[in-house]
């Protein structure tokens, strides 16, 4: 996948970005200030985005620009079983905190969204504590240069 343009690797990018947090094209739109055809031509790999609207999708998605930008290398992703644990590590996490009765939030019962704003903060910090433990933990004579 070495010979992708930068358009392409953008798409595809964004793609990933918006399947992992579950966002559509018109979450994005409305996030972004940009029209729909504008974001599916960046999508699609038709166009490629102003750094302003880059730099706006990567805080949204709380990325670094180089995350948007660049090939991403695949060798410190989460595997398919690391994925699951985290999902369901959420997935229980999000019963308790709905089942709870009197859940506060910054002095105010805690609305569903606040209750999924902690839970995208908690899967962010995990999947960032994964990548770093295999970073970290996986022996030499595994890594890839």
Not at 23 to 44: I, N, P
Not at 62 to 90: Q, T
């Amino acid at each position: 996948m070495g010979n992708l343009g930068n358009k392409e690797i953008m798409a595809k990018n964004i793609r990933h970005y918006m399947e992992k947090y579950n966002k559509t094209r018109q979450e994005m739109c409305d996030a972004l200030g940009v029209k729909y055809t504008t974001f599916t031509d960046w999508v699609k790999g038709n166009s490629y985005p102003r750094i302003d609207k880059i730099e706006l999708m990567a805080n949204y998605f709380g990325i670094s620009k180089a995350d948007l930008v660049e090939d991403r290398n695949d060798d410190s992703s989460l595997s398919a079983r690391d994925e699951r644990d985290i999902a369901k590590i959420l997935e229980q996490t999000k019963e308790q905190l709905l089942s709870q009765e009197g859940l506060m939030f910054d002095g105010d019962p805690a609305s569903p969204e606040a209750i999924n704003s902690i839970l995208d903060a908690m899967q962010i910090g995990m999947e960032m504590a994964k990548k770093k433990n295999k970073e970290k933990y996986t022996p030499k004579k595994y890594k890839k240069d």
